[in-house]
């Protein structure tokens, strides 16, 4: 957990530093309803942009209509539990996302030493650059789910793996109550259940369990807003999820989202062999511009998509002398992502 904390720390305090000088020398989005200003005076406000003041505006009022419902509960409520005694909303959120980053990174770390058997400080740093330095990892310190529901998965996945399938249950229930993707580490963890050779009613039991967060917070929608999916509804009218077809999703693509699909396509094909519920899970993430027929979040949302980073890992692990090369690469989108976030100028969707 040491060892994740430093990381964190350095990360962040980068991320920070760099976010906060860039907005200080070049002008940012003027657009108000792009930034947090409820607390003009926090220098931390750059670190809430796009989605981010949605969670901590439904953290205090909850949800007046179905545009905020894409905002999924978990994360606003923990936001709502620590404002009761952090007085800042937004130090609330973030104290909360980088916690979970901690969490999050040391789960990283023991699922790597599980999968590769490593011990190596040298090695594990290896592995989670391609976690922490995702191009768009600037959203697990900001105020948005990613932390969090990154936390949750990986501990839902750590726990499995161990057959351990009550409290991988439980952890997946508030999976599903913290992203939208939550579905997909349902499947997820259940086949690495089957692959564990679980009983095949306990897995039954964890995807039942597991969905009840999903399963909730749509039966919260359907008594406060009249209708269980207004969390899609909110997407196709924000997002513009579903409002066009295949040929404008190619023609709108652009070079990160086309970089992405590749990768998750290959990592499909790379873990077909070695671990099939890491192929499946990656393939899932394929279902998301193909059914909302748009790219809205698809950047962000990939973050999560931990056997394409894996992947990454064991190509580059035993090629030390193309691995700084690809870490810088990584470094140089990663501060490009960061400072067009902190300017107000990428959102959600990268």
């Known amino acids: 957990m040491v060892l994740a904390a430093a990381i964190a720390v350095v990360v962040i305090t980068l991320g920070v530093s760099l976010g906060w000088h860039n907005n200080q020398t070049i ?17 931390l406000s750059f670190l809430s942009n796009w989605d981010g003041p949605g969670y901590l505006n439904v953290a205090q009022y909850g949800y007046p209509s179905y545009i905020q419902a894409g905002l999924f509960p978990f994360y606003p409520m923990l936001i709502h539990v620590v404002h009761l005694a952090v007085p800042s909303p937004l130090d609330s959120g973030l104290l909360i996302a980088w916690l979970s980053f901690v ?15 490593v011990k190596d ?32 998965s990986l501990a839902a996945i750590h726990f499995a793996f161990d057959r351990r399938y009550v409290l991988a249950s439980f952890l997946l229930l508030l999976s599903t109550a913290t992203h939208i993707t939550g579905v997909f580490v349902v499947v997820f963890v259940a086949l690495i259940l089957l692959e564990q050779k ?51 999703l190619v023609e709108n693509t652009q070079y990160f989202n086309a970089v992405f699909v590749i990768l998750l396509i290959i990592s499909a094909f790379f873990w077909w062999r070695r671990r099939r519920s890491f192929a ?19 950047n962000r949302y990939v973050l999560v998509a931990f056997p394409m980073q894996l992947m990454l890992y064991e190509f580059f692990r035993n090629r030390k002398a193309a691995f700084p090369y690809a870490a810088a690469l990584m470094a140089v989108i990663w501060t490009y992502f960061l400072l067009q976030y902190a300017g107000g100028y990428i959102g959600s969707g990268g």
Not at 223 to 245: C, K, P, Y
């Open 121 to 152: 400080v040298s090695n594990i740093l290896q592995a989670v650059t391609f976690f922490v330095l995702f191009p768009t990892a600037i959203f697990y310190f900001a105020t948005y789910t990613e932390s969090l529901f990154a936390m949750l």
């Open 198 to 248: 679980v009983r095949l009613r306990r897995v039954i039991f964890s995807v039942i369990v597991g969905s009840a967060g999903l399963l909730a917070y749509t039966l919260y929608l359907l008594i406060h807003l009249h209708d269980a999916f207004a969390f899609l509804r909110s997407q196709t009218q924000v997002n513009e999820w579903m409002q066009h077809g295949f040929v404008s």
């Open 103 to 117: 969490v999050a990174i040391y789960l990283y770390i023991k699922l790597v030493k599980r999968l590769y058997d």
């Open 27 to 43: 002008p940012v989005n003027i657009t108000p309803e792009l930034h947090y200003t409820v607390e003009p005076g926090n220098p």
């Open 280 to 298: 499946v899970y990656s393939a899932l993430f394929l279902l998301i511009p193909l059914l909302g027929r748009q790219y809205g979040g698809f």
